[in-house]
């Protein structure tokens, strides 16, 4: 069966500082792979999102970017952290762009 | 960009009380989902509909996809608390590669 494990589950970083937050699928091949924020009971906004191998779609200009370095692993990095970075950051995959995702547990990152 | 607008935002109820929340669109979905989400925790996914006027039930829960595929409805029946959580509805449009999510629907039931 499939499982995505995402870690840390909770983050507190200053301002100004890096990030690097990863996200690993096991027992499937070439998922898409999301990452996603989210606001306190609030929807899912679209970070960035990959259909392959070091291919990576932005959704969003902003203070983060992300990488796929190997086909299950996707990283989401920032030079420097703002604080409007915190939030609750949840990575999923899925087989296709219209197919169900499976998430993660997020991270919890708050910056100080 | 298509938007899903889900409505009630937040929602209280006692327990064994009914209840319906909505996802509307002004687009047309090629399919749509159903998610629950735990505090502290990532979306689970529910069910997925497909066909216009297509229904599915998953125990208490009721889904109605709209005959013209634009809307969806959750029902759920005799509510109970461990049906708290946020309920998220998310459409795909097209040839889109990526899902869109609604607000989500924030339910509370209480004992």
């Known amino acids: 069966s499939q499982t995505i494990h995402q870690w840390p589950a909770t983050l507190v970083q200053p301002v100004g500082s890096p990030l690097s937050l990863e996200c690993t699928v096991e027992?499937?091949?070439?998922?898409?792979l999301y990452w996603y924020r989210q606001a306190a009971g609030r929807g899912l906004q679209l970070l960035f999102y990959?259909?392959?191998?070091?291919?990576i779609s932005s959704e969003v200009p902003q203070n983060l970017s992300a990488s796929r370095p190997q086909d299950r692993q996707f990283i989401l990095s920032s030079k420097k952290l703002l604080l409007s970075d915190s939030g609750f950051y949840l990575c999923?995959?899925?087989?296709?762009?219209?197919?169900?995702?499976?998430f993660g547990d997020g991270t919890r990152l708050s910056i100080l | 960009t298509q938007l899903l607008e889900q409505s009630p935002q937040f929602l209280s109820i006692q327990e064994g009380e009914n209840l319906t929340v909505y996802c509307n669109s002004s687009s047309v979905f090629s399919s749509l989902q159903w998610y629950r989400q735990e505090p502290g925790e990532g979306p689970v996914l529910l069910v997925t509909v497909v066909t216009g006027g297509e229904v599915k039930k998953l125990k208490r829960l009721t889904f109605q996809f709209g005959d013209a595929r634009k809307d969806s409805s959750l029902h759920i029946t005799a509510a109970q608390p461990g049906d708290t959580g946020l309920y998220l509805c998310a459409g795909a449009f097209g040839s889109a590669r990526q899902l869109t999510f609604g607000s989500g629907t924030q339910l509370t039931v209480l004992p």
């Open positions: 027992g499937t091949s070439n998922p898409n």
């Open positions: 999923a995959w899925s087989y296709g762009g219209s197919q169900p995702q499976h």
């Open positions: 990959s259909v392959g191998i070091g291919q």
